[in-house]
């Protein structure tokens, strides 16, 4: 969602269509090489309506699928996020914390012909004034396994440690003071020329999130996607939001806690919108973001749904008034009659 960026002798631009729940988003991307974002994000649904919930962490079990080598300047992607819109001071600033396996031409200007895991970052400053990117290659995958990632906040007061880990060994700790909790998301991402590659396969299970226990005055748990949302203050069960970038790959939900993505997926409706946002080539110097969005990390999407259970509240509150006047008349009415 940023202005085109010319980049050698081409300029970078592509529209791709998110479609969530029977619903057409129009959401713009980049170029020669185009960016496939299928994801389930974690969603509760209040009196209010239905929106993005704000957790302490996220887990899941990715399998690393047998995937051909994507070609030069080409990446496949599968990953879980933590995210925050809304971190730095009068600004519409993204940050996150990412980690799972790619393969390909990673951020960091390196190609991987073999599956690697990694960790991925867009963190505010200490003085909150900008954020800082990095990626860290882990070490390789082998294909047709299953490992756990997660990422947490202890959510330590004003300032917190973000931890992230792979199979249950430790790979980040940052110590950080605006990033103590955000959306959860897991996803595959593939950037790659059209048409979508059939080779783009993933499948998540066991999916976590780690929140209060209640709104007020209680700590916090891991729990499986479904369970209450104690951090909403009308919360209730939280569920998976699919989402899928069309064309691209299709998402299969298999449960709450559990869904694969893969072969061609079945949109509808058209494509709009103006918005663009750049895709940088791992050899044009600044480091390409792995994450989508505007700069990275999870989609924005659309980040509320109206519940129908507000239209009826919404109703009582307005009737009521006049009901209880129209009764009160009626009242005196009789009482005069008398």
Not at 3 to 25: E, P
Not at 57 to 68: C, D, P, Q, R, T
Not at 180 to 204: M, S, V, Y
Request: net charge neutral; with cysteine; glycine share 14%.
């Amino acid at each position: 969602m940023r202005t085109s960026k010319r980049i050698g002798s081409f300029t970078c631009v592509l529209l791709v269509t998110a479609t969530l729940l029977g619903s057409t988003l129009s959401i713009p991307v980049s170029a020669d090489i185009y960016v496939f974002e299928s994801f389930n994000r974690l969603s509760t649904c209040t009196l209010f309506g239905c929106g993005p919930t704000e957790v302490y962490g996220l887990g899941a079990s990715i399998l690393v699928n047998s995937e051909a080598t994507p070609g030069a300047g080409q990446i496949l992607v599968e990953w879980i996020s933590l995210d925050n819109f809304d971190s730095l001071p009068f600004t519409s600033s993204h940050v996150w914390m990412q980690t799972g396996y790619a393969i390909g031409a990673l951020p960091d200007g390196t190609f991987a012909s073999q599956p690697v895991f990694y960790t991925e970052s867009n963190l505010p400053t200490f003085d909150n004034s900008g954020t800082v990117y990095t990626f860290h290659n882990k070490g390789a995958a082998a294909f047709g396994t299953w490992h756990s990632f997660k990422i947490w906040s202890d959510g330590g007061g004003s300032i917190s440690t973000v931890f992230v880990s792979i199979d249950g060994v430790q790979q980040e700790a940052v110590r950080e003071q605006y990033f103590l909790q955000g959306r959860a998301t897991g996803a595959l991402e593939a950037h790659e020329a059209l048409p979508p590659q059939p080779d783009g396969n993933g499948h998540w299970t066991s999916l976590q999130f780690y929140g209060p226990d209640c709104y007020v005055g209680c700590g916090a748990s891991w729990k499986a996607w479904g369970s209450f949302d104690g951090n909403s203050l009308f919360g209730g069960s939280t569920s998976a939001q699919g989402f899928i970038f069309c064309p691209g790959y299709a998402l299969q939900e298999i449960s709450t806690t559990e869904f694969t993505v893969g072969g061609a997926a079945q949109c509808g409706g058209g494509v709009g919108g103006s918005g663009r946002r750049t895709f940088v080539p791992p050899a044009a110097a600044s480091p390409r973001l792995i994450g989508p969005g505007p700069n990275g990390g999870a989609p924005e999407g659309p980040s509320f749904t109206p519940n129908p259970i507000t239209y009826w509240l919404v109703g009582i509150l307005v009737a009521a008034p006049a009901i209880y006047g129209a009764y009160r008349i009626r009242k005196r009415r009789m009482a005069k009659r008398k």
